[in-house]
Every structure is written in structure tokens, then in C-alpha cells.
């Protein structure tokens, strides 16, 4: 392989990668499930949420986590999960 079409190789890689890395997080439509109550816990990069059934359900965060305003243990939150456990967006509850 050629030094230039190397280069060029390596630089779509290098763009591409980060959007097919974020599209596979993102919520699949109108069908996200929201997991609705109480931040239980904080554990690095997991929170605990107990759900107003009494529940606890664990989801992951990571950079690309919308966080709403600031999130504290004992808050009402809604979080919107991928299958995957990842939350794409976690908001306050009124």
C-alpha cells in the first residue's frame, strides 16, 4: 500500500469512527425506555435508579450522557436508556 492512499485510509478511519461510535447509542425513536425515579446511588460510571415501583436499575454514563442541569443523589430523575443499559439523557423530574 502507498504512503498517500495509506494516509487517506487512516483519516477516514480516524473521522468516521467517533459518529458510528455515538449512532450506536443513540435512542432508537420515539420507542427509548425512560426509567422514571429516585437517584439511589452514584458509582463511577453508573447510577442507581430506584423506579416509583421499588426497583433498582442500574445505568451506565459516559461523555455523551445529556445531563440536565445538576444530578444529585435523592433527586426525581427520567432517564432514557439504550437496550444496552447506556443512558443517552437524564433529566430532573418536577
Not at 447509542?25 to 439511589?40: N, Q, T
Not at 461523555?63 to 443523589?73: P, Q
Request: hydrophobic share 40%; charged share 30%.
Amino acid at each position: 500500500m502507498n504512503w498517500p492512499r495509506m494516509i487517506l485510509f487512516l483519516s477516514l478511519l480516524v473521522w468516521t469512527c467517533p459518529s458510528a461510535l455515538a449512532a450506536e447509542k443513540e435512542c432508537p425513536g420515539p420507542g427509548c425506555p425512560a426509567v422514571k425515579g429516585d437517584l439511589f446511588k452514584k458509582e463511577g460510571e453508573f447510577y442507581v435508579i430506584r423506579d416509583f415501583a421499588g426497583n433498582k436499575v442500574r445505568v451506565r454514563i459516559d461523555k455523551s450522557t445529556r445531563l440536565e442541569g445538576t444530578i444529585n443523589v435523592g433527586d426525581r430523575i427520567e432517564a432514557l436508556v439504550t437496550e444496552e443499559g447506556y443512558a443517552v439523557s437524564i433529566r430532573p423530574l418536577k
